[in-house]
T-cell receptor
């Protein structure tokens, strides 16, 4: 069965520092991979996605992620964090069990300190 | 283009009652999926509807059901509510994809926060 692991439940970084959020997946074939962000009380916003091709993917808000098949990882990075980046981040893999079903990780809550 | 809308945004019910949540997809999107988000279980897939037919289903009891109308709007219903049903229910819409292994980007609504007392 497909699964996604986000080993860090909480991460605290200083504003202006770099950020890396980890994501490992288990999938029987070439996966579609996603990173979503959720602000408090809000739905999910797609930051970036990997379907195929270039393994370094650029997203919105200055985020990027790198697909590493050998490590089954899809880590999210940002060179300089802004206070507005404080939110919860979810890695996801799909299709998971067919069609539009996606399997999500448990999320990483990002706190940004001044 | 308007995004995915969900109504109501907040709902308070008591155990044993039933509830219906509504989702209007982005115009032109014919696939609608529902997810339950709780602190303990995270985001879990409930079901997906396309062309008024449920074509995928997660591991939830039969108390959770849904339907889709000809205009692609979808509703989900939870009967005999339990305390554990308290959650944020998210709806996502997309173009349907061409097959079982085909996938199109999903766009999520803001969710309905259900509290069961």
């Amino acid at each position: 069965a497909q699964s996604v692991t986000q080993p860090d439940i909480h991460i605290t970084v200083s504003e202006g520092a770099s950020l890396e959020l980890r994501c490992n997946y288990s999938y029987g074939a070439t996966p579609y991979l996603f990173w979503y962000v959720q602000s408090p009380g809000q739905g999910l916003q797609l930051l970036l996605k990997y379907f195929s091709g270039d393994t370094l993917v650029q997203g919105i808000k200055g985020f990027e992620a790198e697909f590493k098949r050998s490590q089954s990882s899809f880590n999210l990075r940002k060179p300089s964090v802004h206070w507005s980046d404080a939110a919860e981040y979810f890695c996801a893999v799909g299709p998971s069990g067919g069609y539009q079903k996606v399997t999500f990780g448990t999320g990483t809550k990002l706190q940004v300190i001044p | 283009k308007a995004g995915v809308t969900q109504t109501p945004r907040y709902l308070i019910k008591t155990r044993g009652q039933q509830v219906t949540l509504s989702c209007s997809p982005i115009s032109g999107h014919r696939s609608v999926s529902w997810y339950q988000q709780t602190p303990g279980q995270g985001l879990q897939f409930l079901f997906e509807y396309f062309s008024e037919t449920q074509r995928n289903k997660g591991n939830f009891p039969g108390r959770f059901s849904g339907r889709q109308f000809s205009n692609s709007r979808s509703e989900m219903n939870v009967s005999t509510l339990e305390l554990g049903d308290s959650a944020l229910y998210l709806c996502a819409s997309s173009h349907p994809g061409q097959g079982y292994r085909s996938y199109n980007e999903q766009f999520f609504g803001p969710g309905t926060r259900l509290t069961v007392l």
